[in-house]
């Protein structure tokens, strides 16, 4: 391995919403950016269509945000982080504008709101109906480029931390632009982890290819405390195409009236909920599973309710549509429950601090007790602002004064052995199969035998173990939590514990021991 570059630039992992928010709230403190991809593109945040929940009508309020935040996360949610939350959201918004984010706005300037499930009030700021997501962060990636406190190493990612005497003290990185190379050791002032959550661990997905825990999978392996793995959210509403990842088709279009039926014609949420295709969206992805097992085609039908003005109000989901020979216009959208959100991740304290000294968290890839057992709609992106901001002001306050930096140059790598194509789909499919929308211990034992058989497949492979570290964790954490909760949903055990729940907390040592008996258990005799 190439020896250590030292420098004393912040290191972001991740180039999403939350990463490229606190690298501009560091100026000017010298940052370096790892961005698998080219600036922009390729994180989660720029392919979020529906907005950021923010309480910006004069008769809307923080509190009557934060109370649908913790109804929603099914009595895991922290109440102070909501509270806290939701208060500095319309800060956050007024920022954003100021950078240049075009939100959709009514003659007078005021914001336009979109209804999503389980807000009692209109309150996601848009953009062009759909196309929040790419257009703040076409507005942040342009910000980031003019920014002389920002380098961004661009076709390179982070494969593990370097951890001296319980502390964080750098990241081990490596091009991944055309293959995978070996990986050289970046010594920085602060690591912070911004580089999304783990949807793409399983095998009907709605996030980026890249997107399969690995973050987070790392953190783990460093000895990081993760939180709440076994929540995962799954989008009720991710287009049935065969096309992976799956494109999404907005909560937003069910906000506008769009309804939920099946190959019958037979709107079933009327009979799930009271709230019908607004309800929960745990509830409404878990009926949408149901009438797939069935075979009843679940389809998502915008023809009343939007009609042809799909094409220009909801860009994305019209371009989506279009690509999977689909037309929205007179046909009803076939849809899917497909793996969107982690709710688990990082545990990590008010300032975005996790377990380990020297190492910060922010966006989907930590774990704040924001969502709980069940992310609000459009609460995702805005944990990304408030925490990005925090950390960014919580690492500042623990280094001594800037000074400037040398940019980073990294050295000739040798090519490596990237993760097992095979391995990869066979771990997604195990993940879906097992530790999905419906889990049962059964099925969690054999998705977790298959983890360790999947990861002693390729051993020494730094990006393969982050993957399995993550699914490890996420099936581990759901076979232990013995009820049904939000998004994790036991058939063998399918009643809630008590109103409120205990978050779990828990270690990749604690969670191979749960994969260890797994294991034995799966073994012929
Ligand atoms: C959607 O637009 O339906 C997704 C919004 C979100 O996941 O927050």
């Not at 009508?57 to 649908?68: F, L, W």
């Not at 000895?223 to 793995?229: E, P, V």
């Not at 549509?321 to 009803?332: E, H, I, R, S």
């Not at 992310?375 to 992106?381: D, E, K, V, W, Y």
Request: a negative charge; glycine letters at 10%.
């Amino acid at each position: 391995m190439s020896a250590p570059i030292e420098t004393s630039r912040v290191i972001i992992v991740g180039a999403g919403l939350a990463a490229q928010y606190a690298a501009l709230k560091l100026a000017p403190r010298p940052v370096l950016v790892i961005s698998p991809e080219p600036l922009g593109t390729g994180a989660s945040s720029a392919w979020a269509q529906g907005g950021v929940a923010a309480a910006m009508d004069p008769a809307d309020s923080a509190e009557a945000h934060a109370r649908d935040t913790v109804s929603a996360g099914a009595g895991t949610v922290d109440a102070g982080v909501a509270e806290a939350v939701t208060k500095e959201a319309r800060d956050h918004i007024l920022d954003l504008t100021g950078l240049g984010t075009p939100f959709d706005r009514t003659e007078d300037g005021s914001y336009v709101m979109s209804r999503e499930a389980a807000h009692s009030f209109a309150r996601v700021v848009r953009v062009r109906g759909d196309q929040a997501g790419a257009e703040i962060m076409r507005a942040l990636t342009a910000q980031l480029r003019e920014a002389a406190h920002v380098q961004v190493l661009e076709g390179v990612m982070a494969t593990a931390l370097e951890v001296s005497e319980g502390r964080v003290t750098g990241v081990a990185v490596a091009r991944c632009n055309a293959g995978l190379s070996a990986s050289v050791v970046l010594r920085g002032a602060a690591v912070l982890l911004a580089g999304g959550g783990s949807g793409g661990l399983y095998a009907l997905t709605t996030n980026p290819p890249r997107i399969r825990g690995q973050v987070i999978g790392m953190a783990a392996r460093a000895g990081a405390q993760i939180a709440d793995a076994e929540f995962v959210q799954f989008h009720p509403t991710a287009i049935a195409c065969g096309i992976d990842p799956a494109p999404l088709a907005t909560e937003a279009l069910r906000g506008d009236g769009a309804v939920l039926i099946n190959r019958h014609g037979t709107r079933f949420m009327l009979d799930a909920h009271p709230d019908a295709e607004l309800a929960p969206r745990d509830i409404v992805a878990r009926a949408v599973y149901a009438q797939t097992q069935a075979g009843l085609a679940p389809a998502l039908d915008t023809r009343a309710a939007i009609g042809a003005a799909i094409l220009t109000d909801f860009p994305a989901v019209a371009a989506a549509c279009q690509k999977a020979g689909l037309d929205p216009v007179t046909q009803p959208i076939p849809v899917a429950a497909a793996a969107h959100y982690h709710m688990g991740g990082v545990a990590t304290d008010g300032s975005g601090q996790s377990s380990l000294p020297g190492l910060w968290a922010c966006g989907e890839v930590a774990s704040t007790g924001l969502h709980g057992a069940n992310r609000l709609a459009s609460n995702g992106l805005l944990e990304a602002l408030v925490y990005g901001r925090r950390c960014a002001q919580a690492i500042d306050a623990a280094l001594p004064a800037p000074a400037p930096a040398q940019e980073v140059r990294l050295p000739q790598l040798a090519p490596t052995e990237p993760p097992d194509a095979t391995l990869v789909a066979e771990l997604r499919q195990a993940m879906t199969d097992g530790a999905g929308v419906i889990r049962t211990a059964e099925g969690l034992t054999r998705t977790l035998a298959s983890i360790a058989r999947i990861e002693a497949a390729q051993p020494g492979c730094e990006a393969l173990a982050n993957m399995t570290a993550t699914a490890t964790l996420i099936a581990a954490a759901a076979l232990a939590r013995r009820e049904s909760r939000g998004a994790h949903f036991r058939s063998d055990y399918p009643e809630a514990v008590g109103e409120t729940g205990q978050r779990s907390r828990m270690t990749l040592a604690e969670g191979l021991v749960i994969r260890a008996a797994a294991t034995t258990r799966e073994e012929p005799a």
